[in-house]
Structures are given as structure tokens and as C-alpha cells.
């Protein structure tokens, strides 16, 4: 089976992603044939800001440390790390060489503008090519920005479809049936359950940063009952990015 075959909408990839070789060795060892990266555990192990294009040589470094764990693995590359199709096509050559088995390409800007839709779409193409699953994530949910369906169209060429945010089962199933291609979302702690995406039609389901936030959650939990203090919430998403260093 490849990683493609994974996808089945109705029947969605479980994906957990890491953010250093003991976190995936660990999700490795607990059976999940396929594991993806997750660029905000990336960042904040290396001490950069998230989706500002500052982890190339890191990502890369992860991939190649977890590449002989025994399965799939799927690199988060944020935007592909440069505006120059050329550079995002060697970036994904050399991982292809490194038998990744995927890649997640976003469109999302750090200004909190989204990419040019022509321009995203040569990434994708120069994505492709390589052998990898190209997994196209639109960030209009994320920005609050941007026309979600017209991006789905627009990134028909990729291997997947990934729109981070979607809560609205009814509108994820729409999103869903609007494209051939397999939708991947985010799970959510206070969104739909596994079973209700697999109803609305998903065929792959991300945990993104949750791992890692949760992660860093248990650290902070162990250490208030040490202190006998009551655990605080699970970390969010804007309050790790606003520990890290800021995009220059």
C-alpha cells in the first residue's frame, strides 16, 4: 500500500505529526502507518518563528533523522520555503531522495496574506513530479481571507486538499464533495469527532501542533502537582507562536 492509498474518504488517515525523532519514533512505535511533520513543534524546538519560512535546513534535518522508522512520512515545508518554483522543486527532489513519502505546501503568507492563486498554483506543479503525495493547504480559514471553494478548484492539480480550520461538519462535507481530491482537516479537541468527518466525507485527518502543544502541556502539569497547583489549560496555537522568536 502507498501513501496515497491511505487516503479513503469515509475512512480518513489518522495522522499524527512530530517535531523530533523521539516523538515520532514514539507514534511509530504505537502502529500509525503513516506520520506527518508538524512546523510549529519544528520552530519551536530550534528556537524560529512558525510559517515564516525560517526552518528549511531543520525540517530537512528531521526528515532525514526519522527517515528509517519503519513508516510513511509526510514533511510539513510550510510555503515550500521560497516564492521560486525552481527552489521548491529541488527542496522536494532532495526529500523524494530521502523516500518521503509526502508534502504539505501551504498558502498562507506570515503577513496574513495568502499567496497569488497562479503563483501557488506553479508550486504545486513544481511540487509534483518527485513521487511524493503533494498535499495543497489553503489557509483560508486560518487568515480569515480568501475565496475557500475557488481555492479547492484552483489547486485541483495536487494529490490532496487540506483546509486547516473547517469546524461546520455540514461544510466540510460540502467542501468534500466540490473536489475528486481527498480532503484532509484538522482535528480538533472541540470540533467533530473522527466519526463525524468520516461521515462528512474526509480521507485524512491531521493533529498538526496538537501533539506537540499537549506535549509541552503534560511538562507544565507534572510540575504544578509537583508544586501541588491546579494544571493550567492546554497551551493554544497563538500562545506557543507568541513565546518564539518574530518573523524579520
Same mark, same amino acid.
Given at each position: 500500500?502507498?501513501?496515497?492509498?491511505?487516503?479513503?474518504?469515509?475512512?480518513?488517515?489518522?495522522?499524527?505529526?512530530?517535531?523530533?525523532?523521539?516523538?515520532?519514533?514514539?507514534?511509530?512505535?504505537?502502529?500509525?502507518?503513516?506520520?506527518?511533520?508538524?512546523?510549529?513543534?519544528?520552530?519551536?524546538?530550534?528556537?524560529?518563528?512558525?510559517?515564516?519560512?525560517?526552518?528549511?535546513?531543520?525540517?530537512?534535518?528531521?526528515?532525514?533523522?526519522?527517515?528509517?522508522?519503519?513508516?510513511?512520512?509526510?514533511?510539513?515545508?510550510?510555503?515550500?520555503?521560497?516564492?521560486?518554483?525552481?527552489?521548491?522543486? $529541488?527542496?522536494?527532489?532532495?526529500? /523524494? +531522495?530521502? !523516500?518521503? *513519502?509526502?508534502?504539505?505546501?501551504?498558502? &498562507?503568507?506570515? %503577513?496574513?496574506?495568502?499567496?497569488?492563486?497562479?503563483?501557488?498554483?506553479?508550486?504545486?506543479?513544481?511540487?509534483?513530479?518527485?513521487?511524493?503525495?503533494?498535499?495543497?493547504?489553503?489557509?483560508?480559514?486560518?487568515?480569515?481571507?480568501? $475565496?475557500?471553494?475557488?481555492?479547492? /478548484? +484552483?489547486? !485541483?492539480? *495536487?494529490?490532496?486538499?487540506?483546509?486547516? &480550520?473547517?469546524? %461546520?461538519?455540514?461544510?466540510?462535507?460540502?467542501?468534500?464533495?466540490?473536489?475528486?481530491?481527498?480532503?484532509?482537516?484538522?482535528?480538533?479537541?472541540?470540533?467533530?469527532?473522527?466519526?463525524?468527518?468520516?461521515?462528512?466525507?474526509?480521507?485524512?485527518?491531521?493533529?498538526?501542533?496538537?501533539?506537540?502543544?499537549? *506535549?509541552?502541556?503534560?511538562?507544565?502539569?507534572?510540575?504544578?502537582?509537583?508544586?501541588?497547583?491546579?494544571?493550567?489549560?492546554?497551551?493554544?496555537?497563538?500562545?506557543?507562536?507568541?513565546?518564539?522568536?518574530?518573523?524579520?
Amino acid at each position: 500500500m502507498n501513501f496515497h492509498d491511505l487516503h479513503r474518504p469515509g475512512d480518513p488517515l489518522l495522522l499524527p505529526n512530530a517535531w523530533d525523532y523521539g516523538s515520532a519514533a514514539l507514534l511509530a512505535r504505537e502502529g500509525f502507518p503513516a506520520i506527518g511533520t508538524t512546523s510549529l513543534g519544528v520552530a519551536a524546538a530550534y528556537g524560529r518563528p512558525d510559517a515564516a519560512g525560517a526552518t528549511r535546513a531543520e525540517t530537512i534535518e528531521l526528515a532525514e533523522s526519522i527517515k528509517d522508522l519503519g513508516v510513511m512520512v509526510t514533511v510539513d515545508i510550510e510555503g515550500g520555503f521560497s516564492d521560486d518554483p525552481a527552489e521548491v522543486s $529541488d527542496l522536494v527532489a532532495g526529500l /523524494a +531522495a530521502l !523516500g518521503v *513519502a509526502g508534502v504539505n505546501l501551504e498558502d &498562507g503568507r506570515p %503577513d496574513g496574506t495568502l499567496r497569488p492563486i497562479g503563483l501557488h498554483q506553479r508550486i504545486i506543479e513544481a511540487a509534483k513530479g518527485h513521487g511524493v503525495f503533494v498535499n495543497a493547504r489553503t489557509d483560508t480559514y486560518w487568515l480569515k481571507t480568501g $475565496d475557500t471553494r475557488e481555492r479547492v /478548484a +484552483a489547486y !485541483g492539480h *495536487a494529490d490532496g486538499i487540506f483546509v486547516p &480550520g473547517m469546524s %461546520d461538519p455540514r461544510e466540510i462535507a460540502e467542501v468534500a464533495a466540490s473536489t475528486p481530491l481527498p480532503l484532509n482537516v484538522l482535528y480538533q479537541p472541540d470540533g467533530p469527532t473522527l466519526a463525524e468527518l468520516a461521515e462528512a466525507g474526509v480521507a485524512r485527518v491531521s493533529t498538526g501542533s496538537l501533539l506537540y502543544r499537549a *506535549a509541552l502541556h503534560g511538562a507544565v502539569a507534572a510540575l504544578s502537582a509537583a508544586r501541588g497547583r491546579q494544571a493550567p489549560a492546554l497551551p493554544t496555537y497563538a500562545e506557543i507562536t507568541a513565546l518564539l522568536p518574530q518573523p524579520r
